[in-house]
């Protein structure tokens, strides 16, 4: 079964800062790899997806994220924050094939301070 | 295109009793999953239903249920209700290879006092 762990439940940045989330996975074959961000009170917006094309994947709000097979590891980063940015993300995978349901880590919630 | 839409947004019960949430797709899907989600649990997979067909099931007990009808539209139903069931329950439609992600609606808060 596939899983993913969310290093550091809070992150705290200054605005114009860079913003690094980081993800790692656990999956025994080649996953699909995603980011979602989540605003108060709302559902899931996808950020970016991984599917096994390139590994740098960019996103929407200038996010990117680099698939690291050797590290599993599928880190999110912004090159310079903004106040707009504060949320909760979540990194997800899921197994290729239909019988795989997708797995969410616990979330980060982003801080930016002015 | 239209989202993901859950009715309804907001949900009061009493301990006992039981619900039921809708989901509505995004056209041209055909998978729909429910998650509950919760401050100390965050987000957790309930089930997965893909042409009318349970596809996956989280561990959850069997006061959960759900189904799928065959315009992609669903529902999940909680019986028998407990405090401790109260959360955001989101779903999320998908094609059937989840190659672009999911969709997720805005939630349904179910309050359960």
């Known amino acids: 079964a596939q899983s993913v762990t969310q290093l550091g439940s809070h992150v705290s940045v200054s605005e114009g800062a860079l913003v690094l989330l980081r993800c790692n996975y656990s999956?025994?074959?080649?996953?699909?790899l995603f980011w979602y961000v989540q605003y108060p009170n709302q559902g899931l917006q996808l950020l970016l997806k991984?599917?096994?094309?390139?590994?740098l994947v960019k996103g929407i709000n200038g996010f990117e994220a680099e698939f690291k097979k050797s590290e599993t590891s599928f880190h999110l980063t912004k090159p310079s924050a903004h106040m707009s940015d504060a949320a909760e993300y979540f990194c997800?995978?899921?197994?290729?094939?239909?019988?795989?349901?997708?797995?969410f880590g616990a979330g980060t919630r982003l801080t930016v301070k002015p | 295109k239209a989202g993901v839409t859950q009715t309804p947004r907001y949900l009061i019960k009493t301990r006992g009793q039981q619900v039921t949430l809708s989901c509505s797709p995004i056209s041209g899907h055909r998978s729909v999953s429910w998650y509950q989600q919760t401050p100390g649990q965050g987000l957790q997979f309930l089930f997965e239903?893909?042409?009318?067909?349970?596809?996956n099931k989280g561990n959850f007990p069997g006061r959960f249920s759900g189904r799928q009808f065959s315009n992609s539209r669903s529902e999940m139903n909680v019986s028998t209700l407990e405090l401790g069931d109260s959360a955001l329950y989101l779903c999320?439609?998908?094609?059937?290879?989840?190659?672009?992600?999911?969709?997720f609606g805005s939630g349904t808060r179910l309050t359960v006092v």
């Open positions: 999956s025994s074959v080649p996953p699909y």
């Open positions: 991984y599917t096994s094309a390139a590994t």
């Open positions: 997800a995978v899921s197994g290729r094939g239909n019988n795989n349901d997708m797995r």
């Open positions: 239903y893909f042409s009318e067909t349970q596809r």
């Open positions: 999320a439609s998908s094609s059937a290879d989840r190659l672009y992600g999911y969709t």
